[in-house]
């Protein structure tokens, strides 16, 4: 059974920072292509990153240069390192699986995790 589990989501101030972590299992990890997805209050879901199993990124437009994924293939982890963090930033941040090692179609997803930019 394939699950993604994220962890690592806070309350912080803006401007600090916070590491995303999702635990993947019940499949290869390191075939598969993976994204963060968020979903701000309110508002429709955003793609953040993704990286595929060869290790190539890609950031949407409002977090480049202040977020960065990464994966540990040994670890079956992904991960999202944020820095800089702004109000906007506030929302559940979803880990995915795409069905093929490049990103494409979404087949997984993980539960959830709340990340609140506050003062």
């Known amino acids: 059974e394939v699950q993604l589990v994220e962890s690592g989501g806070d309350l912080v101030q803006p401007g600090g920072s916070l590491r995303l972590s999702c635990a993947a299992s019940?499949?290869?990890?390191?075939?598969?292509?993976m994204s963060w997805v968020r979903q701000a209050p309110g508002k429709g879901l955003e793609w953040v990153s993704s990286i595929n199993a060869g290790g190539s990124t890609r950031y949407g437009d409002s977090v480049k240069g202040r977020f960065t994924i990464s994966r540990d293939n040994a670890e079956n982890t992904l991960y999202l390192q944020m820095s800089s963090l702004k109000f906007d930033d506030t929302a559940v941040y979803y880990c995915?699986?795409?069905?093929?090692?490049?990103?494409?179609?979404?087949?997984?997803w993980g539960q959830g995790t709340q990340v609140t930019v506050s003062s």
């Open positions: 019940g499949f290869t990890f390191s075939n598969y292509a």
């Open positions: 995915t699986r795409s069905d093929q090692p490049v990103v494409g179609e979404y087949d997984y």
